[in-house]
């Protein structure tokens, strides 16, 4: 939908705010939930001012944007906590991610964006096709085995993990080897899903990279591709079919849901392999994004029984890490902040563990460890994939 189709439905926000906080109807239970808007504390960093911006914007009562109000917009994490809180309760009927994603859009289009270090990784995807200025050919340099060439599975590794958090790479494919599935991964195929650019405006190269990606798995005649990375998941899942406007024709699982098959299917078997108390933060593109949010669970249950604590805001209601939507290279104080408000939460309920399914949120958590007073440092960040490789032993 174009950003000026949505100018109707602007005006159907009430300004209510309940889009700032979840549990808005307990007063002694309510939490912030917008991480822009619970920072930087002005109606413009809240979905409700960035939705009367986006109608100033398409009538035309702003022509020239201040760096306030292209901060305002750009520090949106694009986690769809808003949309969460709003749907349903109010009159507003738009989908608030999709509304900003097509804004910012509209200002790179204005030539008003993308930022600077958002321009940054866009060249270094054109040039390297990743978004980190690391060069192509060490994106496979964490694999340290041979992996078959051909094979009906696809492991599609992701940027993040590729050059970030190699360990979450390396821990996928012990499970999978355990569990006895003949995949491969795509190296020298595997390029930028296009997650980076789209969450930022900037729309032109990502066709290209789409229908490479998608033509390397098909010519490889595989069925199911696999992704550890939550943002790489959701690309595939909502955005290819939107970007190409077909069905993929293979299968695409996030690697949650995909060992829980395997572990339905007696080829994965878990032991309990965790002493303290254990919680799961779920990555917006995985949970609000997808709507998957019992399949780590049932995992990290089937790991720890008991010892598995919720946080105060879970599922449709969990706080973003901050890193989303170009924030972590834009704004990293602000994403770092974000990340530390979770690890706070997470050692409140006396976790020893904080877990999660993205590597893009692992990288903002580890980030966030290092700056942390003494009280947090003792708090370990593994996503569910080391977990798991650890526990299927
Ligand atoms: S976006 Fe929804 S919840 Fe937020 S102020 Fe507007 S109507 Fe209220
Ligand atoms: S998407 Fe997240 S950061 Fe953006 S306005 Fe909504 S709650 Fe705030």
């Not at 690391?134 to 590729?162: M, N, Q």
């Not at 360990?167 to 020298?188: C, Q, S, W, Y």
């Not at 990502?206 to 229908?211: E, T």
């Amino acid at each position: 939908m174009k950003l000026e189709e949505y100018l109707g439905e602007l005006y159907h926000c009430f300004h209510c705010h309940l889009c700032s906080m979840s549990n808005w109807h307990r007063l002694d239970a309510w939490v912030p939930i917008c991480p822009s808007f619970a920072r930087f504390c002005f109606e413009s960093f809240l979905a409700s001012g960035r939705i009367e911006i986006t109608r100033a914007i398409i009538e035309k009562e702003i022509d020239k944007p201040t760096s306030r109000l292209l901060e305002s917009i750009f520090s949106c994490t694009g986690c769809g906590a808003c949309y969460e809180q709003c749907k349903g309760l109010t009159g507003f009927k738009a989908n608030h991610v999709e509304l900003f994603e097509e804004l910012k859009a509209k200002l790179v289009e204005l030539g008003w964006g993308p930022l600077t270090k958002h321009a940054e990784f866009s060249r270094s995807i054109r040039e390297n096709y990743n978004p980190y200025k690391e060069p192509h050919e060490k994106r496979a340099a964490w694999l340290k085995k041979d992996v078959p060439k051909k094979a009906e599975t696809i492991y599609f590794v992701g940027c993040t993990s590729s050059y970030r958090t190699h360990k979450i790479a390396e821990a996928t494919v012990d499970a999978l080897e355990i569990a006895g599935i003949n995949f491969r991964i795509m190296h020298p195929d595997e390029w930028c899903c296009g997650s980076p650019l789209l969450r930022t405006g900037q729309r032109k190269m990502v066709k290209d990279l789409v229908r490479h990606n998608v033509d390397a798995i098909k010519a490889s005649g595989a069925r199911r591709v696999v992704f550890s990375c939550a943002g790489c998941y959701r690309t595939f899942k909502k955005d290819y079919p939107a970007v190409l406007g077909q069905e993929l024709g293979f299968d695409v699982l996030h690697t949650t849901e995909y060992f829980s098959q395997l572990i339905e299917e007696g080829k994965l078997k878990l032991k309990n392999i965790v002493s303290g108390v254990i919680t799961y933060h779920d990555p917006c593109h995985l949970g609000r994004g997808v709507g998957l949010y019992e399949p780590p669970r049932k995992l990290l249950t089937s790991m720890v029984g008991n010892k598995f604590v919720e946080m105060k805001r879970n599922r449709g209601d969990a706080w973003c890490c901050g890193a989303g939507s170009g924030v972590k290279s834009a704004f990293p104080d602000f994403a770092v902040w974000a990340a530390l408000e979770r690890l706070k939460e997470a050692k409140a309920i006396g976790a020893s563990i904080l877990s999660s399914s993205c590597p893009f949120c692992k990288h903002n958590f580890m980030d966030a460890l290092k700056q942390a007073p003494a009280e947090l440092k003792t708090l370990k960040i593994r996503d569910i994939s080391e977990l798991v490789a650890e526990g299927a032993k």
